[in-house]
């Protein structure tokens, strides 16, 4: 699971630096307190649980909490959620195509002007309304041939759903 780029992408996005996936790991090993994992990693115990509590905020850790008979201390005991990491990721990829979708019907259905300088770019609707000049300089706006944004978007669409099978096919 940890060699898919688009679980490090998320883990890291939680996570904030790549090294503390280390503490995602530990937990995949069966690491599962805090203390360990601080051990394991050499991560600072503080730093290793604002990152377990990260994770369980963003629903891919979960704990059962204890308390110790001799110490009257609670024992935090941490599960990594796998499952949850496909649901994200699928979320995710479903959330990127439907905006990639939307960007390409918008810009296929669309004339666009643009002002000489590249201050503003605008659909013909909004460039009509303004006389077809720019707001920033005055200057006239022209056409502008959208086929390479267009193929730029669908070239997007294709990696997503790329993406996408693979993360809905590692079931």
Known sequence: MLSDPLVITLLTDVVEEEDNISIVKCLM?????????????EIRLNIVRKILYKLHDEGLASY???K???????????????????????????NMLD????????????????????????????ASTLDFMCPECGEEVSFEDNSTTITEIKEEIVVCKKAYQ???SSK
């Open 166 to 168: 693979s993360v809905g």
């Open 29 to 41: 090993n069966g690491v599962t307190t805090d203390e360990e994992i601080a051990e394991k990693t």
């Open 68 to 94: 110790d008979p001799e110490t009257q201390w609670y024992t935090y005991d941490w599960v990594f959620e796998k499952e949850e990491v496909e649901k994200q990721l699928v979320s995710k990829s479903t």
């Open 99 to 126: 905006k990639l979708n939307t960007m390409l019907e918008y810009e296929e259905n669309n004339m666009f002007f643009v002002c000489p300088e590249k201050h503003v770019r605008f659909d013909f609707e909004k």
């Open 64 to 66: 059962k909490r204890s």
